[in-house]
């Protein structure tokens, strides 16, 4: 076993006695994407990492080589996003390292697992979501001899890529449980559960055949639009989300890991929309499928529209309707380019027509997609654990032997 030393930084821990240690400006050239479009080469310039696809509104810096790139800004900032070869252009906010003085894979996995690291250690965290130069030019490296280096890219080659095909085999799982799920529920919310039972057009294509019992009526006609003011039971602020639903702001940030957007301090609360339980709320990326259920007493921003039954319904069916495919791509119909500032409104909605099964029938549909979407669910999740463990492994891996604490095994 060999002798080990302090490398004298915390989140890397003890280093092999003979390797070296250097600051990554020592190792390569670091640069940023910058606004120079002169040489500007739309044509087989691969890949574009730029935000906007119109290349005469890019500012980039266009490169020609082997480069490593790594996130300047944003929710991502740090992250180690891309080995890439060959010509392609970047964004001003992302970092190139380039010009290698060391195994450029080498120092791809050793980055991209420590600088996450470095990122949530300690007073560190004050840099996101901005990543300044410095702290990038002065990261430690630990540097083995170069065979070793390549000794240990060609292992964490070999057993990522065999973590990671297993990895893509369950990603392909989830999303076909994923797509069963939505097959599902289109199917139950708008051909109900019975095989047997007579069917009939519906005219409407996104419905296709229904139930003969069924009614087809306009939105307008089953829910109303309400623009109450002030919630007088509850002035807690909710947070309309297409994962949770209409939710709590506190509870929003609890189960995303993420800051809810807050209002300025100057609002008058009394002027937010009332929601109350059992309203429905048009989401402001309604494109995506955003009619979102509230299960909660208080009040959104003006912005949103809020609309209820306007007579006995089941709500987890209509639930399940609003999220099926076919119903975002008819209310996409009604929308322009989210650029364009255009949202779905509750009059495009109550012109359209939906599906309207006897009472019976919604709450055998919901119960019936309660039970199956939650088994589907609860497979997902577990699948979703085993990645987590796969990813988790991955990385301890690409630690232990970047670091030096465990060898390359040799025959």
Excluded at 136 to 154: A, C, D, G, W
Aim: a negative charge.
């Amino acid at each position: 076993m060999r002798e080990m030393k302090d490398s004298g930084v915390k989140w890397i821990g003890n280093i092999p006695e003979v390797w070296d240690q250097k600051h990554l400006k020592y190792l390569c050239s670091i640069t940023t994407g910058n606004e120079d479009t002169q040489n500007a080469d739309p044509e087989g310039t691969f890949p574009f990492y730029v935000r906007s696809p119109e290349v005469e509104r890019c500012n980039r810096y266009t490169f020609d080589g082997e480069g490593i790139l790594v996130a300047g800004d944003g929710a991502g900032a740090g992250r180690v996003f891309h080995h890439a070869f060959g010509k392609y252009a970047i964004h001003q906010r992302v970092y190139l390292l380039y010009d290698f003085k060391i195994n450029t894979s080498f120092l791809h996995y050793y980055i991209s697992n420590l600088f996450p690291q470095l990122m949530n250690y300690g007073s560190a965290q004050s840099t996101v979501p901005s990543l300044r130069l410095p702290m990038l030019q002065n990261f430690n490296v630990v540097i083995p001899s170069l065979k070793e280096q390549q000794l240990i890219t060609r292992f964490l080659y070999s057993k990522c890529a065999e973590i990671d095909s297993i990895s893509e085999d369950i990603r392909k799982e989830i999303e076909t449980l994923q797509e069963y799920r939505k097959s599902i529920i289109t199917e139950a919310v708008t051909k109900g559960l019975d095989p047997n039972v007579e069917m009939k057009d519906s005219g409407v294509e996104w419905i296709g055949m229904i139930p003969n019992s069924w009614e087809l009526e306009k939105g307008k006609y089953v829910f109303i639009q309400k623009n109450e003011r002030g919630n007088t039971i509850c002035l807690q602020l909710l947070s309309p989300t297409q994962k949770y639903g209409v939710i709590p702001q506190d509870k929003y940030e609890e189960l995303s890991g993420m800051k809810a957007v807050k209002l300025n301090e100057k609002v008058d609360l009394s002027e937010l929309k009332t929601v109350h339980k059992g309203a429905f709320c048009i989401s402001l990326r309604s494109f995506q499928g955003g009619f979102e259920y509230s299960d909660y007493e208080g009040v959104v921003s003006p912005a949103y529209q809020i609309f209820y039954p306007t007579r006995n319904i089941c709500d987890d069916y209509y639930r399940y309707l609003f999220k099926t495919q076919g119903f975002i791509q008819e209310m996409n119909s009604f929308t322009m380019s989210l650029r364009d500032g255009k949202n779905i409104a509750f009059e495009d909605f109550g012109n359209s027509l939906i599906p309207v099964p006897p009472l019976s029938i919604q709450n055998d549909i919901a119960t019936f997609l309660n039970t199956k979407c939650s088994e589907i669910d609860s497979i997902i999740a577990d699948k979703q654990k085993q990645l987590d463990v796969l990813a988790e492994y991955r990385k301890s891996l690409i630690y232990e032997y970047v670091t030096g604490k465990k060898e390359v095994p040799t025959k």
